[in-house]
């Protein structure tokens, strides 16, 4: 087999190359290992930055997120028994939108099918091959059957745990990363969400988030141990927490349960020879700055624009200084999740003195304009361009 772009992962980044590829007349194959069914239905983050939405929209992925997506226009913070609100939109002109990347990801899947043009899930043994080199190629097996793949590009688009990362020589590639010392204890439940805009709690016991997948399922975290034993948070202790620390919640059934662990890291360079990597197989946030598929859709925006340049006769200059360009937002972005991190979970069981320094932190936040200005233009999304 032959094609342009050989697209390991269908997640939101390889489908979403795949399609904007699609638009600009340039063929490409892309190969899953898991099932259609497990890559629908997979919760994760659900929080789009203002350029997200208007990129999916630019690409024709748009018409549900906008008919389901819940606009926000701000979000709370909560400590010392009190709240305060962070005009998103006042201070930006820019919003977020709620919608679940499950529910990106059915968009983008449909949208693949409607051009006919190759998806394989379930594939085992991928390989990448001779990425040093003008043709590269992929290779899997289906149903029992080998196949070959011959590519002018590669596109790792894989997640933290694919193949693509390791394809690149030990020696070429630099890793960065941090391991924070709690985790979150997220539920789904059948319950109306407290707020209709998201709300940060910081708490002597530890960090919670309530946020929401729709008008009537709420999407609640708690700060806890990355070991932590789900055995020990019944119902009863998880609903008892979240009241503690967020003030009261609405109750409901709990229909989803898992502890995320929290971990930043970078890996440099993304291109090596004539594979690119793109979304989480490149970098991971901490979810607290909720940037992680954003980041992703922004990766595949400049690599998209690279490849189609390459493709119609203008040369490689785009693709060459493709991973600079990525890694000077992704670094932003990371400095940004890494400080709302930092300054809303307890890291501490015994230092009194940390916590205060935090509480100033955000006491100065929320009364300061230019501070407030400052987080609400990272929150929405900085620029493209910068």
């Not at 342009?4 to 194959?29: F, K, N, R, T």
């Not at 203002?50 to 709370?76: K, P, Y």
Request: with cysteine; charged share 25%.
């Amino acid at each position: 087999m032959r094609t342009q772009v050989g697209i390991i992962g269908a997640g939101p980044a390889g489908l979403l190359l795949a399609h904007l590829l699609h638009l600009a007349g340039i063929d490409s194959v892309v190969i899953e290992v898991k099932s259609r069914g497990y890559i629908e239905g997979r919760i994760r983050a659900g929080l789009l930055e203002q350029g997200s939405v208007d990129t999916l929209t630019e690409a024709g992925l748009g018409a549900r997120l906008h008919r389901e997506g819940l606009g926000h226009d701000g979000l709370e913070l909560r400590f010392d028994n009190a709240s305060h609100r962070i005009d998103l939109h006042g201070l930006t002109g820019k919003r977020v939108t709620i919608y679940g990347q499950q529910e990106a990801v059915k968009d983008m899947v449909a949208a693949r099918l409607e051009t006919a043009r190759p998806l394989h899930f379930e594939v085992e043994d991928a390989a990448i091959h001779d990425i040093e080199m003008d043709r590269p190629r992929l290779t899997w097996t289906k149903d029992g059957t080998r196949h070959e793949l011959h590519c002018d590009v590669i596109a790792g688009c894989d997640g933290f745990h694919g193949i693509s990362r390791a394809a690149i020589p030990a020696e070429v590639l630099r890793v960065y990363e941090r391991v924070y010392p709690f985790a979150w204890l997220g539920i789904l439940a059948e319950a109306k969400p407290i707020s209709h805009e998201l709300i940060y709690a910081r708490h002597a016991e530890g960090f919670a988030l309530a946020t929401m997948r729709s008008n009537s399922v709420s999407r609640l975290y708690l700060q806890c141990a990355p070991e932590e034993d789900l055995g020990q948070w019944p119902d009863t202790r998880i609903w008892e927490a979240l009241h503690a620390r967020l003030g009261g919640v609405n109750e409901g059934p709990i229909i989803q349960r898992g502890v995320t662990g929290m971990r930043s890291f970078v890996a440099e360079p993304m291109r090596h020879g004539r594979l690119f990597l793109a979304g989480d197989a490149a970098h991971i946030v901490p979810p607290t700055g909720a940037k992680g598929m954003n980041l992703a859709i922004a990766d595949v925006r400049v690599l998209a624009r690279a490849l189609t340049a390459f493709f119609r006769g203008e040369g490689p200059g785009l693709m060459d200084r493709y991973s600079e360009t990525c890694l000077k937002r992704i670094w932003k972005v990371q400095r940004f999740s890494w400080w709302m991190t930092a300054m809303l979970h307890r890291f501490s069981d015994s230092d009194p003195f940390e916590h205060r320094v935090q509480v100033a932190e955000l006491d100065y936040l929320v009364h300061s304009q230019a501070a407030r200005t400052a987080l609400a233009e990272q929150y929405v999304g900085l620029p493209y361009d910068q």
